[in-house]
């Protein structure tokens, strides 16, 4: 019998990574990442083993081209799609008086259009299957802002609030749409944006009620639960994973 397929956006590494990695088990994977590069073949290839049969597709998710790929994979998977998970994204840090009206628009094209343009083409099939699910990674930080980063802070903002909107809309369909806020999570790119990362940890440690890093297989295990059956009375709702550093 054909296995379900999970939609994965920005799989190539960190999160998407290890989502890839846990829904591999069960489920074949269409996979979305900037480039054909050494992380995403090394994906790919753990997955197959897994038993997964995998199709990728690369490209920004901003350009109509990568959305036009990424819609006939859509199309040929038909009603076996079962899950998009919408995880890509970008981590930009730009002081706000240094912030440009057209980098604030990018920003957020890229952490909120691009989620609604993935969603747009996967709902359909989910809807015609009857039972799907849609999980859109978010931050901690729509609940406690920072400093340099308006224009993501303001597009997952955003992204939270289509999260309900389409819950309310899909639920009729037997669809559940649900976010999660990601905490503080160590992935390696992290290494090229901060100047001094042992500082930085010690820092992030204080904040949290859990004493380590976060890691993405912590944001994978949430994934694989709402994805479950066992999650299929819940929906609209945003699940914070991030070692009790903000409590709401």
Known sequence: MPRPIALITGAGSGIGAAIAARLAVRHDLILTHLANDDDLRHVVGQAQRAGADVVSVIGDLTREATIGALEREIDQANERLAILVSN???YPRTPWNNLDLPTFRHQVETNLITHA???KL??????RRGVGRIIAVSSVLTQLGRVELAGYIAAKSGLEGLVRALA???GLHGVTVNCIRAGSIEVPAERAVVDDPEAMVGRQLERQCIKRRGRPEDIAAAVEFLVSP???FITGQCLTVDGGWCMT
């Open 88 to 90: 890509a994204g970008a």
């Open 117 to 119: 343009a993935c969603a």
């Open 122 to 127: 996967a709902s359909p099939a989910l809807c």
């Open 168 to 170: 309310r809309e899909l």
């Open 230 to 232: 066992d999650a299929g």
